[in-house]
């Protein structure tokens, strides 16, 4: 069975400084993708970030990064420069093959002007 | 581009109605949607799979005579609740993806919100 863990219920950060996300996963699968959703107080779901499993490079979005460690199977996201704009949820996420979204619990992120 | 609406975006209905929640996907095609159900505070959880011109896939636990899913085109996907009851009360969730596109890709509504009296 696939499992995602988000360990962290809520997280803050002084604006301007960066934060860290946790996400643990959980696969039989080597073949994989792995996401990074952010809900803002408008609800609507919105792709931060995606990485394919066979990628060793981490992928990068501007001042969103991801550590992809596959062999821990944790996949953190990196967050920059953090803006007002980023306070939301963040969901990690993990698709196999035709397999759908498994989401984790979430992370409410506040970020402290 | 690569738009997915829903509408309507709130209701309140009384129980024991049925309620119908639209998604489409404006600027393209969508082979396959998909139905979440996220309750408050919570993660979405998957409740179906809905391919056009097919029958819908339900996730275990999800009654299908509840929650009717019709995929009639490439565009348009409905959820209907049919008896609804308090516990039925949630944000519902549709996503897209597109015809032709990669697996991985799926675009998000922006969700309903279902409140049952």
């Known amino acids: 069975a696939q499992t995602v863990t988000q360990s962290q219920p809520e997280m803050s950060v002084q604006e301007a400084e960066t934060v860290t996300l946790s996400c643990t996963y959980d696969?039989?699968?080597?073949?994989?993708?792995l996401f990074w959703y952010k809900q803002p107080p408008s609800r609507q779901m919105i792709l931060v970030i995606r990485q394919e499993a066979y990628k060793q490079q981490n992928a990068t979005e501007n001042r969103f990064s991801v550590n992809f460690q596959k062999a821990a199977k944790s996949f953190s996201l990196k967050i920059s420069d953090s803006q007002l704009g980023d306070a939301a949820m963040y969901f990690c996420?993990?698709?196999?093959?035709?397999?759908?979204?498994?989401f984790g619990t979430g992370t409410r992120l506040t970020v402290i002007p | 581009g690569a738009v997915v609406s829903q509408h309507p975006s709130r209701v309140i209905c009384k129980s024991g109605t049925s309620v119908k929640i639209e998604c489409r996907s404006l600027?393209?095609?969508?082979?396959?949607m998909f139905w979440y159900r996220q309750f408050p505070k919570q993660s979405l959880m998957l409740m179906a799979t809905?391919?056009?011109?097919?029958?819908?896939?339900?996730e275990q636990g999800v009654e299908k005579d509840k929650f009717l899913i019709n995929h009639a085109s490439l565009t348009l996907s409905t959820l209907t609740v049919t008896s609804a009851h308090p516990e039925d009360s949630s944000f519902y969730i549709c996503?897209?993806?597109?015809?032709?596109?990669?697996?991985?890709?799926?675009?998000f509504g922006p969700g309903t919100r279902l409140t049952v009296l």
């Open positions: 809905s391919n056009e011109g097919s029958k819908a896939t339900y």
């Open positions: 996503s897209a993806r597109p015809a032709g596109g990669p697996k991985d890709t799926q675009y």
């Open positions: 696969t039989s699968e080597s073949d994989y993708y």
């Open positions: 600027d393209f095609q969508a082979t396959t």
């Open positions: 996420a993990f698709k196999t093959g035709a397999n759908n979204l498994f």
